[in-house]
């Protein structure tokens, strides 16, 4: 399955390049390695960028009226191209370890990610989910980072970040520089970051196996991509090139003697604090992968080799902690300060997290690609074992955190394993076509006069797996895809198709901020909102009391106590009694609140509760204030479609 060859060396885990001439961990006999990754390599990267960004703007011109498959059919007819393309490329070695070469396959990864998801959103400002369920959480990270340079929380003020923010913070950033609204620069943002993914992970592959298999194994990584964590582009940033990071470190660590493995060991320290700047989950699973990286022991060796390991692999893990404190700093400070609650993060148990992965049985041209990888590790456990042994035990790791899930049960946690179910699926499919490949070059071998042949059929299945495989990633008949289009735009109210619906409660958010920004006075991002929908939070940068569910919550916001605390308010004697209520309040209280109306004049808005292990995993509980509280000269009151908006003088 590999293209680095067993070596005469004395510990089976050594990679040298002197005795490995096509292993490209350290380095190369021919320095292509050195040359492409001091120069080549960046340049790639911006160029994958540009063809993305160029890609985006020439496909947002297009009227494609939707529902239609009429982009899906561009996507996939031009796309099939572009992995011919990238196929050819690969088909010899010394036109994929061109220059030339190597400069163009980013930019081809770039253009068959884009097509595909700028094809099927054309139509639309939002990215795929529109702004549903866990899209309205990252949409409102996104836009309150747009509003401000400090790592603030997404939702609370006052309080610094607990999701993450490294992703969120950039695009934010980012959004503003381009005077783009943050919900709308999402979808920009979100198939920006799939491209740069695949560039990475052709990048760290290059390193590893020859430039031809890279440029199939990046193309694999690319299109499984689309289908596995597209919903998530900050997650599949770490996912895409870990799998070739894994075998990087595991031969930096455990080889005796290596090139550039103090480069390697500071290189990988640097993607697992980039992972804990943007997905702790991901970051945790890495670290403990390259803990166990140090701490298996090699058959015959005795127990005092790993203590060089166990030192290398704290350099990693140190060089990780530091550079996620640059994220992480203001959060561990506050709660340093003022203690930590349970956090609500982990409380969530769907069904693909309660059962396992098993990717290499699907009936699908992914489901093949994993069975013959997962062929291809376990028979090149001896024979390959410079890539199947750390394949290997990265897939056994992610199996291992579905067993974990059981007793984190017990306590009343989950591992979130299902989040890792991509990796699974990812490292099967980079094994299966280092498999095909191995298995296309040994038929070569045996029947040499064929090898024309063979070699043009391999060519031909690539072709046609992987342009399958793209197609059957995402479709127009997908939820995400239809709520991208039927979700109301903050701006107007009315959806990407259709026209304003006032009978959904969501379409009404640009006169619900017009309403609180008249009659506070007070810029939205100094302003706390209870209630509303998401798209009133990510038009303008308030502030809501509180999140609208506690697994998106900050742990120091205290999400119970301010369940109560509503609770409390509802029940005060008068407008006065209400004043000195949200006076006492411990956090920063509402000075508007965004009602539905009730029966007999009261005003009603919802709060939510953890209800783990059931599932769905929250429930609702109405909360109505009498009418009479705010009939007083402090507060302003306005009906707006289906909402009473109150406002504090």
């Known amino acids: 399955m590999s293209s680095v060859r067993a070596g005469p060396t004395r510990e089976e885990h050594e990679i040298d390049a002197t005795t490995q001439p096509e292993a490209q961990i350290a380095t190369d006999s021919r320095e292509t390695t050195t040359r492409y990754s001091a120069w080549i390599a960046p340049i790639a990267g911006v160029g994958s960028v540009l063809v993305c960004l160029v890609l985006q703007a020439a496909i947002s011109r297009l009227r494609v009226p939707f529902p239609t498959y009429a982009g899906t059919a561009v996507a996939a007819t031009v796309g099939a191209v572009v992995v011919g393309v990238l196929v050819w490329i690969a088909a010899r070695e010394s036109r994929a370890r061109s220059a030339v070469a190597t400069l163009a396959v980013p930019g081809l990864l770039a253009a068959l990610v884009t097509l595909w998801l700028g094809m099927l959103l054309q139509g639309t400002r939002y990215y795929l989910g529109g702004i549903s369920i866990d899209q309205s959480f990252r949409t409102q990270a996104l836009a309150r980072y747009a509003a401000t340079w400090s790592l603030a929380d997404m939702n609370y003020l006052g309080l610094p970040s607990y999701y993450p923010a490294g992703w969120f913070w950039l695009g934010g950033r980012a959004a503003d520089l381009a005077g783009v609204p943050a919900w709308e620069f999402y979808k920009i943002w979100a198939i920006l970051t799939l491209a740069v993914a695949a560039w990475a992970a052709f990048a760290a592959w290059r390193l590893v196996v020859t430039p031809g298999r890279a440029v199939l194994v990046a193309t694999a990584t690319a299109v499984v991509g689309l289908g596995v964590s597209s919903a998530e582009p900050y997650a599949w940033l770490l996912v895409a090139p870990m799998p070739p990071?894994?075998?990087?470190?595991?031969?930096?660590?455990?080889?005796?003697?290596?090139?550039?493995?103090?480069?390697?060991?500071?290189?990988?320290?640097?993607?697992?604090?980039?992972?804990?700047?943007?997905?702790?989950?991901?970051?945790?699973?890495?670290?403990?992968?390259?803990?166990?990286?140090?701490?298996?022991?090699?058959?015959?060796?005795?127990?005092?080799?790993?203590?060089?390991?166990?030192?290398?692999?704290?350099?990693?893990?140190?060089?990780?902690?530091?550079?996620?404190?640059?994220?992480?700093?203001?959060?561990?400070?506050?709660?340093?300060?003022?203690?930590?609650?349970?956090?609500?993060?982990?409380?969530?148990?769907?069904?693909?997290?309660?059962?396992?992965?098993?990717?290499?049985?699907?009936?699908?041209?992914?489901?093949?690609?994993?069975?013959?990888?997962?062929?291809?590790?376990?028979?090149?456990?001896?024979?390959?074992?410079?890539?199947?042994?750390?394949?290997?035990?990265?897939?056994?790791?992610?199996?291992?955190?579905?067993?974990?899930?059981?007793?984190?049960?017990?306590?009343?946690?989950?591992?979130?394993?299902?989040?890792?179910?991509?990796?699974?699926?990812?490292?099967?499919?980079?094994?299966?076509?280092?498999?095909?490949?191995?298995?296309?070059?040994?038929?070569?071998?045996?029947?040499?006069?064929?090898?024309?042949?063979?070699?043009?059929?391999?060519?031909?299945?690539?072709?046609?797996?992987?342009?399958?495989?793209?197609?059957?990633?995402?479709?127009?008949?997908?939820?995400?895809?239809?709520?991208?289009?039927?979700?109301?735009?903050?701006?107007?109210?009315?959806?990407?198709?259709?026209?304003?619906?006032?009978?959904?409660?969501?379409?009404?958010?640009?006169q619900l901020v017009g309403a609180v920004q008249q009659g506070s006075g007070r810029p939205a991002s100094d302003l706390v909102v209870l209630g509303g929908p998401t798209q009133f939070y990510v038009d303008a940068p308030f502030h809501g009391f509180q999140q609208s569910t506690p697994h998106y919550a900050n742990p120091l916001a205290h999400y119970e106590q301010r369940n109560d605390a509503v609770r409390q308010w509802s029940r005060a004697s008068d407008p006065s009694d209400l004043l000195r209520r949200l006076d006492a309040s411990p956090w920063p209280a509402p000075r508007a609140f965004l009602f539905s109306r009730g029966p007999g004049g009261s005003l009603t808005t919802n709060i939510v509760h953890d209800v783990f292990p059931q599932y769905p995993n929250v429930s609702s509980e109405t909360v109505s204030f009498p009418g009479r509280l705010f009939d007083s000269p402090a507060f302003e009151r306005r009906d707006i479609g289906p909402w009473t908006v109150v406002v504090r003088r």
């Open 245 to 510: 990071i894994a075998v990087i470190v595991w031969h930096a660590i455990r080889a005796d003697e290596t090139r550039l493995r103090g480069l390697a060991l500071a290189a990988t320290g640097v993607y697992l604090g980039v992972a804990a700047m943007t997905y702790s989950l991901h970051a945790g699973f890495f670290g403990v992968y390259v803990v166990l990286a140090a701490l298996i022991p090699t058959r015959g060796r005795p127990g005092r080799h790993l203590v060089p390991r166990i030192t290398r692999a704290a350099v990693v893990v140190v060089i990780g902690l530091v550079l996620a404190l640059v994220v992480w700093a203001p959060f561990v400070v506050a709660a340093l300060a003022g203690g930590v609650p349970r956090s609500d993060a982990q409380r969530y148990l769907p069904y693909d997290g309660a059962v396992w992965t098993f990717p290499m049985l699907q009936p699908s041209s992914i489901g093949a690609m994993c069975l013959v990888g997962l062929i291809g590790i376990v028979l090149g456990w001896t024979v390959h074992e410079r890539l199947a042994r750390p394949l290997a035990v990265l897939v056994l790791l992610v199996y291992a955190w579905f067993a974990l899930t059981l007793p984190a049960l017990l306590v009343g946690q989950t591992t979130l394993a299902f989040r890792l179910s991509p990796v699974v699926e990812l490292v099967l499919v980079c094994a299966g076509v280092l498999t095909a490949v191995e298995a296309v070059l040994f038929a070569r071998t045996r029947w040499p006069a064929l090898g024309g042949r063979l070699l043009a059929l391999g060519g031909l299945l690539a072709v046609v797996v992987l342009a399958a495989c793209a197609q059957g990633a995402l479709s127009a008949d997908d939820d995400t895809v239809k709520e991208a289009y039927s979700d109301p735009y903050p701006s107007t109210g009315a959806p990407a198709v259709g026209a304003f619906d006032p009978s959904r409660s969501d379409s009404w958010a640009p």
